[in-house]
T-cell receptor
Framework: DARVTQTPRHKVTEMGQEVTMRCQPI?????VFWYRQTMMQGLELLAY????????DSGMPKDRFSAEMPDATLATLKIQPSEPRDSAVYFC??????????????FGPGTRLTVL | AQKVTQAQTEISVVEKEDVTLDCVYE???????LFWYKQPPSGELVFLIR??????QNEISGRYSWNFQKSTSSFNFTITASQVVDSAVYFC???????????FGAGTRLFVKA
């Protein structure tokens, strides 16, 4: 049963610290998405990659957030420096998408981030 | 612009009752995809169903059924004989054909009491 995995599942940190969240997409999936979920905003798309190349990161605060895919099995989302307003659940999702198609996104379990 | 509206914020039912979760969408695209996801208390998002805009056939999967009506831009979800394990937040979502960006509704929290 292939699944998206995310680490850590929970992270508590202090304001100003760097936070790195990791995601392992389902093997063979070529597109990775990062979402943020908060009570106020619901689910927001932060960024997505296809074949490891960033396609759109317009949903991400550029000054402190960065997303990368060092290889096909690892996607990272970094926040530096973190702020209390970044407290949220961050989800990674993956899919197999070729141009002109829209595939189902499968979500990981999420990383619950608390910034004090 | 695309939009998904789940007008029901919370629904509470007693076990074995049937319950319908409403989803209304807006899009100008002729090709689009609709989804339902379940988020149980453990927090993960579980894919339930995907439907494309050219397939209005209703779908049934066990106790779950979905009613897609383009005429009313709705994609409603019914749970028959609800169970406590159905307690979760349910999200309806929309993606334009060939697109990547998922537009989620605000979610409906379902409580099923024993």
């Amino acid at each position: 049963d292939a699944r998206v995995t995310q680490t850590p599942r929970h992270k508590v940190t202090e304001m100003g610290q760097e936070v790195t969240m990791r995601c392992q997409p389902i093997l063979g999936h070529n597109t990775v998405f990062w979402y943020r979920q908060t009570m106020m905003q619901g689910l927001e798309l932060l960024a997505y990659f296809r074949n490891r190349a960033p396609l759109d990161d317009s949903g991400m605060p550029k000054d402190r957030f960065s997303a990368e895919m060092p290889d096909a099995t690892l996607a990272t989302l970094k926040i530096q420096p973190s702020e209390p307003r970044d407290s949220a659940v961050y989800f990674c999702a993956s899919a197999t998408i070729v141009w002109g198609s829209t595939d189902t996104q499968y979500f990981g379990p999420g990383t619950r981030l608390t910034v004090l | 612009a695309q939009k998904v509206t789940q007008a029901q914020t919370e629904i509470s039912v007693v076990e074995k009752e049937d319950v319908t979760l409403d989803c209304v969408y807006e899009t100008r695209d002729t090709t689009y995809y609709l989804f339902w996801y379940k988020q149980p208390p453990s927090g993960e998002l579980v894919f339930l169903i995907r439907r494309n805009s050219f397939d209005e056939q209703n779908e049934i999967s066990g106790r779950y059924s979905w009613n897609f009506q383009k005429s009313t831009s709705s994609f409603n979800f019914t749970i028959t004989a609800s169970q406590v394990v159905d307690s979760a937040v349910y999200f309806c979502a929309l993606i334009r054909g060939g697109g990547f960006k998922t537009i989620f509704g605000a979610g409906t929290r379902l409580f099923v009491k024993a």
